[in-house]
């Protein structure tokens, strides 16, 4: 283990935690201004992933795919706010979790009979399907840089939106204290469905960058939906700032544990002992960091609500 | 009103807004009341009537029926009752069921010895985990014990004893004693329906105990019972180490019913389609789990005949229970007075 190879899962780690901060930044905020638990925003991911895997591989444009996918999604997204999810805002988180598994299995389906059973192979976009040379002894894949690059720039994007535009500062009145700000003549309704749609685009952003390094299946929505709860969880409620931090530090612990924890343990337990424990604490490693801050932090490292 | 993790003020809201009348139980109050023994006499009866309408295959689906309906109700008791919204609970069904594969490994043979086993590790694992996770709140709680049910998903995945991804094969039943023929499917039906039966009439005696009700107070208000003294957090623990050791039962008795047990009965859907079923039945009422059960594992089965697109209608059937009978289906069954049901 040499410093290169650490050096290249720490950008594995990054690239990851930035993929999941795009799906956590709607989940966060849908969660921290409406008070909903949408546990459909899987879904949109979902989504977002096969059209850009169809569009690219019909056009052979990746940045064609990636946009009619977030636009499709936004659209898919819109729908479902105005026909169920507009009417749960209100309701208990359990009643919000019975109605978004529902929706959950229709998308199943509906992904089902649209694109078929097997997993959609979907292929790095030519112009960067080689290694870069970042610095001597460690080539690295061009794509994973674009997926960095794409995840720091929206994360900065969603940053400035949040915290200088006139509509970030509802969104924020919004994630702190609901009520006050519709007191304050803040139109709700129209925040609610803006704040919806991003979190779709973004889910959608992120489906479809992580097209073609992961496999585009039924399922790959409630696969990525736990990590990104996670995070959500670590970062506070309704925190965007707190949903970038726990994102990074959830991609990092995932991604070095899965890389450092099985060589470590070979080298200190018998071999048999280790090939069973090894991968355990790896897939472990990000519920223990999220019990551990729950337990010294129970309402995660950023709390946004006052 | 069930209200698990929410605010005072929404509880206000649904008060006002859902309190449909109870029609059946108006109409025939004897008919229900007699209920749940009628259906015990029929489900008692069916595999010796199954043969005769060529429904054999339909005993094995009831015996599923039952034992989901046993986990179900496991958790229906610390939802409904206790006001506690975990979504982890298949995480102790598999518990149960891989301490059912830990000692067939170890050579033992016996249903009563493995079952038990089951019902004392799940029970432990729950009290364990429900002490660290029952000082949160809300949706924390759903989160820290989704998370503790992730761990011990992936705690079974890495088992490469008992087979890790691929699971264990339980090729020869269980031995139940002298009397009983453990490797006779009926003799498997009667034995889960009776402790279907026994778990159901202790989940009814306890919801009306003093346990029952101070679970009930612990729900709606439990800053007022901690400043009556009820030592608030033994009871929920207590609540949660109990549910978790009927469902690690339920756990063992699934073992033996598929004789295969595997890391995907403790995925995390699992534990949200028990949540689904319990609520989708009727939260916090005692018939709530095994209807809302017996509902969705037979549409379930019914629609896998005829379309290989059997989800989108259950979920579609999810859809219309939250926005036109958030009640559940037993509140069907209530009689008015309140009796009929739990609370």
Redesign the interface.
Same mark, same amino acid.
């Given at each position: 283990m040499d410093a290169i190879f650490v050096f290249e899962q720490l950008l594995n780690g990054l690239g990851y935690g930035l993929m999941l901060f795009l799906i956590a930044a709607g989940l966060t905020l849908v +969660?921290g201004i409406m008070d909903t638990?949408n546990?459909a925003h899987g879904s949109l991911y979902m989504a977002g992933a096969y059209v850009a895997a169809r569009v690219h591989e019909a056009s052979a444009s990746f940045a064609l795919a990636v946009l009619v996918a977030v636009l499709v999604t936004v659209a898919v997204a819109a729908l479902l706010e105005v026909l !169920?999810v507009r009417?749960?805002y209100?309701?208990?988180? *359990? #009643?919000q !979790? *019975?109605?978004t +598994? @529902?929706?959950?299995?229709?998308a199943?389906?509906?992904v089902?009979?649209i694109w078929g059973v097997a997993p959609l192979m979907a292929s790095t976009p030519a112009a960067l399907a080689g290694p870069v040379q970042l610095i001597d002894g460690l080539p690295y894949p061009a794509y994973r840089l674009l997926l960095i690059g794409a995840g720091l720039l929206v994360a900065l994007g969603l940053y400035l939106l949040v915290s200088r535009t006139r509509v970030g500062m509802l969104v924020r009145a919004g994630a702190s204290n609901r009520q006050m700000a519709e007191y304050m003549g803040v139109r709700v309704g129209g925040v609610f469905a803006f704040v919806f749609a991003l979190g779709a685009a973004l889910a959608a952003l992120a489906g479809a960058l992580m097209a073609p390094i992961s496999a585009v299946q039924i399922g790959m929505g409630?696969a990525i939906l736990?990590p990104a709860? #996670?995070v959500i #969880?670590i970062g506070g409620?309704g925190s965007i700032r707190g949903a970038f931090v726990a994102a990074l530090l959830v991609g990092l612990v995932d991604t070095a544990g899965r890389a450092f924890l099985p060589p470590a343990l070979r080298a200190v337990l018998p071999p048999s002992v280790a090939?069973? *424990? @090894?991968?355990?604490l790896a @897939?472990?490693a990000m519920? #223990?960091l999220?019990?551990a801050v729950?337990?010294l932090k129970?309402?995660g490292l950023f709390p946004a609500r006052a | 009103m069930a209200?698990?993790?929410?605010d005072p003020s929404?509880a206000t809201?649904?008060t006002a807004a859902a309190h449909p009348q109870p029609r059946l139980a108006v109409r025939f109050p004897g008919l229900v009341r007699r209920l749940p023994w009628l259906v015990l006499a029929v489900l008692a009866l069916f595999p010796l009537l199954a043969p005769l309408g060529g429904l054999e295959y339909y005993v094995g689906f009831v015996r599923r029926l039952l034992i989901v309906a046993i986990a179900a109700a496991s958790l229906n008791f610390i939802?409904g009752y206790g006001g506690m919204?975990a979504?982890g609970h298949a995480g102790f069904v598999g518990v149960g069921a891989y301490t059912v594969v830990a000692l067939v490994d170890a050579g033992f043979s016996s249903a009563w010895l493995a079952w038990g086993a089951a019902l004392l590790a799940a029970g432990l694992c729950a009290a364990l985990i429900g002490a660290?996770s029952l000082?949160?709140?809300?949706? =924390?709680f759903?989160?820290?014990t989704?998370? %503790?049910a992730? /761990?011990l998903y =992936?705690?079974a995945?890495?088992?490469?004893?008992y087979g890790g991804d691929d699971g264990y094969g339980l090729y020869t039943p269980l031995a139940m004693g002298a009397w009983l023929d453990g490797a006779h499917p009926d003799v498997f039906y009667w034995v889960v329906l009776g402790i279907a039966a026994l778990v159901f009439a202790a989940f009814g005696r306890v919801a009306h105990s003093r346990f029952g009700y101070a679970l009930r107070g612990i729900r709606d208000n439990e800053t007022r019972m901690a400043a009556l003294g009820y030592p608030v957090y033994r009871l929920k623990l207590a609540g949660f180490a109990a549910a978790g050791a009927v469902a690690g039962l339920a756990g063992g008795l699934l073992a033996s019913h598929n004789a295969f047990v595997s890391p995907a009965i403790m995925h $995390?859907?699992q534990s949200?389609l028990l949540?689904?079923m319990v /609520?989708?039945g009727g939260?916090g009422r005692r018939w709530g789990a095994p209807l809302g059960v017996a509902l969705w594992l037979t549409l379930e089965e019914m629609l896998k005949l005829y379309t290989?697109? $059997?989800? $989108?209608p259950?979920?579609?059937?999810?859809?219309l229970?939250? %926005?036109r009978a958030?009640q559940g289906l037993a509140a069907l069954f209530e009689r008015r007075d309140g009796h009929g049901g739990a609370r």
């Open positions: +969660f638990m546990l !169920v009417h749960l209100r309701r208990d988180h *359990l #009643v !979790v *019975l109605a +598994f @529902g929706i959950i299995l229709i199943d389906d509906a089902k009979a409630e736990i709860l #996670v #969880v409620i090939a069973d *424990l @090894g991968p355990a @897939g472990i519920y #223990v999220m019990a729950l337990t129970p309402a | 209200n698990p993790v929410s929404r809201v649904q939802l919204a979504l660290v000082r949160t709140r809300g949706v =924390y759903i989160m820290i989704l998370a %503790f992730q /761990m =992936y705690l995945v890495s088992l490469r004893t $995390w859907t949200a949540l689904v /609520m989708l939260l290989d697109y $059997w989800h $989108w259950l979920g579609l059937l999810l859809l229970v939250v %926005f958030p």
